[in-house]
């Protein structure tokens, strides 16, 4: 399936990281972790706790900045720019623990989401109120087609979220992702503490994300049974350090990662 | 009968004017968690420069708001920009002190600039009480309450209605979430500040116009406290209660106990006396959110 000239054994890679290294207060934990992520792939990126999942998410959605290494949208460097900006260039993503805006409606927290490629001034803003606004209307629009009718949730729009289920909060919280319409989507744990129908809705709507829309997605997971079913590629880290990458086939049946499984459960 | 609804209606008016203070606490509070103790400075500050501006330049009152509403929105800013922004990332209780030194200098400064003297604004609203029924308010209530309303309007409207706001309430709900969202948040911290140090302005203005302003003026930030904990320290709409509610207890208080001890006094001290009943039953107060309480 290669495509571009300029890449005769390597995909297009949407989204690389190189020579990723974070450390805090001298423990490491990220250590030169390298990772191209395919356009259009689901990547899963596994691990014992404390492996380095999160920071390596944390260092490519802007939340931490890394020590040394680079992070590469699209060919890019956004390796200073702080989370907001990536947010803007196309890189959205979720939150391990539900981090919904509380006491506002599930239409108001996905709209939020929209917001980001709205691009009219302060000023502007502030002074146009929601009744005149046409770039709002259209907005609510695109955000009841192309999020709520897509991730099944119509009837969820003027609850606040609090009143939701966890399952729902965690639908929500990938919806505010979606309505940024983004290139790249991070997903920090989607099905952990969900039941096993929830966990089965999560996997569908990922699939369909990806299938229907296109977006690259980078996921991390505890679930191996999501992960081995959704991923094309899988990566495992262990004390920050990239251990396997391959096809979830080929993880599975890697030493290396077997005993860091074991390893850990002994 | 008579004597109880005067007693309400200016205990209402001046709630209003209340209400005002505890809003700029709650818009820094609301976006950075921070309780600013520089509020009733900024307050002052805010009557000396739409003082000045009548005084030295003879501009009309309303001009003068304006550049005192300006002025403190650029002060704010910069406050945030050169003294808090550096410490983001801190712990709370660092920041808090900060805010408490800051209180410090601008009194200091403000005593340079103006001196320790009391003054008075000139006349400025026109002299006819309002009269309603039996209750007789002096202008000099009435338009400040009116032009405080008309802020706290405004604010919270803005807040509800605008991207802005919306930026900001996000960000109040979940700053990391917020960031995720694309939104700007050191742009909002900002923009927290200097609204804050807006709303301080117009309060300190009004309520130098009723009782005249000196650089102690600010102390009457820390008296709104029973104001800011009884509404909810992240709420507009409770800013607005908690003032009016504690304007009216005040005022009540004032005109039925007061007569009965030799001292008086006991309208000063019935606003803390509800402070500490509201932290007793309701520690996040009428509209605050439940987690306020681990300050």
Request: contains cysteine; glycine residues 12%; neutral net charge.
């Amino acid at each position: 399936m290669a495509e571009g000239p300029a890449a005769p054994t390597d995909d297009r890679a949407i989204l690389a990281v190189e020579r990723l290294s974070l450390s805090f207060g001298g423990l490491a934990a990220l250590a030169a972790v390298d990772l191209r992520v395919r356009a259009g792939s689901i990547t899963g990126i596994i691990g014992p706790n404390g492996a380095g999942k999160t920071s390596l998410l944390n260092c490519i959605s802007g939340f931490y900045r890394p020590d040394r290494g680079r992070v590469l949208l699209d060919g890019e460097d956004v390796t200073r720019l702080p989370a907001d900006r990536r947010a803007a260039l196309g890189i959205a993503r979720t939150f391990q623990s539900v981090s919904l805006f509380e006491g506002m409606t599930v239409l108001d927290n996905v709209k939020l989401g929209a917001h980001v490629r709205q691009r009219s001034g302060v000023v502007s803003s502030m002074l146009r109120l929601p009744w005149a606004s046409r770039e709002e209307l259209a907005l609510r629009e695109e955000v009841e087609r192309e999020v709520f009718d897509f991730l099944e949730m119509e009837h969820l729009r003027r609850r606040t979220v609090g009143s939701l289920s966890y399952g729902l909060q965690k639908r929500v919280d990938l919806a505010r992702a979606l309505a940024m319409r983004p290139r790249v989507l991070l997903l920090d744990e989607p099905v952990a503490g969900m039941n096993e129908e929830e966990t089965e809705d999560m996997a569908r709507f990922i699939l369909d994300v990806q299938e229907e829309r296109g977006i690259t997605i980078v996921l991390i997971e505890h679930d191996m049974g999501v992960v081995m079913d959704l991923c094309d590629r899988v990566v495992a880290l262990s004390f920050g350090e990239k251990l396997a990458e391959g096809t979830p086939g080929e993880i599975q049946k890697d030493p290396e990662v077997i005993r860091a499984y074991l390893g850990e459960a002994a | 009968m008579d004597h109880f609804l005067q007693l309400l209606a200016s205990g209402v008016v001046t709630g209003g004017i209340y209400a005002l203070v505890a809003v700029g606490f709650v818009i820094v509070y609301k976006a950075t968690g921070i309780i600013n103790f520089a509020t009733g400075e900024l307050m002052m500050l805010g009557a000396f420069f739409a003082y000045t501006a009548m005084t030295a330049a003879r501009a009309p009152f309303a001009l003068a708001l304006l550049v005192a509403v300006v002025a403190a929105g650029g002060l704010g800013a910069l406050v945030e920009r050169v003294v808090l922004r550096p410490l983001l990332g801190q712990r709370a209780i660092s920041v808090i002190m900060v805010t408490i030194g800051l209180s410090s200098i601008f009194k200091g400064v403000a005593q340079m600039i103006w001196s320790g003297e009391y003054r008075s604004f000139p006349p400025i609203f026109p002299r006819a009480p309002l009269v309603l029924g039996t209750v007789i308010l002096p202008s000099r209530q009435v338009w400040p309450f009116a032009i405080a309303l008309a802020a706290i309007l405004l604010v919270g409207l803005g807040f509800r209605f605008t991207r802005t706001g919306t930026a900001m309430r996000a960000t109040a709900g979940d700053q990391q979430a917020a960031f995720a969202m694309g939104i700007d948040i050191r742009r909002v911290f900002s923009l927290s500040w200097s609204l804050a140090a807006v709303t301080a302005a117009i309060a300190g203005v009004v309520v130098g116009t009723i009782g005249g302003i000196s650089p102690q003026l600010g102390a009457i930030g820390l008296r709104m406290f029973p104001v800011v904990i009884l509404g909810g320290l992240d709420s507009i709409p409770g800013a607005l209660v908690g003032g009016i509610a504690i304007g009216v207890l005040e005022n009540m208080a004032g005109g039925y106990l007061d007569p009965l001890l030799e001292g008086g006094g006991v309208k000063e001290v019935v606003p803390f006396v509800a402070l500490v009943a509201i932290l007793m039953i309701r520690p996040y107060g009428l509209f605050g959110t439940r987690e306020v309480e681990r300050l």
